[in-house]
């Protein structure tokens, strides 16, 4: 059941992802802070005053960039959930046999593009 939850969680991260990359004008996304949720400009956030040259915080371009913008807070939830999946799979799944993988194919696609249509309106 964790494994499952955890891989719901990256779906709907990985379609959050892609709406602020490609759909933010029109997105769930567009009337919220553009410097934290517009991947165009956010990006923005690591640097201090935005030139490009010295991190705003240390670890802002690195190891603390979840912190900086939507689009790599989801990535860093996107990428705990599923090794949280993997690790959660491995270890407490017994049952998982050799159908495990379609079936979790389809539940991350379903969970995608339903999360995806949402956001992207």
Excluded at 45 to 59: P, R, S, T, V
Excluded at 64 to 71: E, R, Y
Excluded at 73 to 98: D, M, N, R
Aim: proline share 2%; aromatic share 20%.
């Amino acid at each position: 059941m964790i494994t499952i939850l955890l891989l719901v969680i990256a779906a709907i991260s990985n379609a959050i992802m892609d709406v602020l990359n490609n759909f933010f004008s029109v997105s769930k996304f567009k009337n919220l802070n553009p410097m934290f949720w517009n991947q165009n400009i956010s990006y923005l956030n690591k640097w201090a005053d935005y030139g490009l040259k010295k991190e705003k915080f240390l670890g802002s371009s690195t190891v603390f960039v979840a912190f900086t913008d939507g689009w790599h807070l989801f990535k860093a939830i996107w990428l705990v959930s599923i090794i949280g999946a993997i690790i959660s799979a491995w270890y407490t799944e017994p049952l998982f046999g050799w159908y495990t993988a379609p079936l979790l194919f389809v539940l991350w696609g379903l969970c995608f593009e339903a999360s995806f249509r949402y956001l992207k309106k």
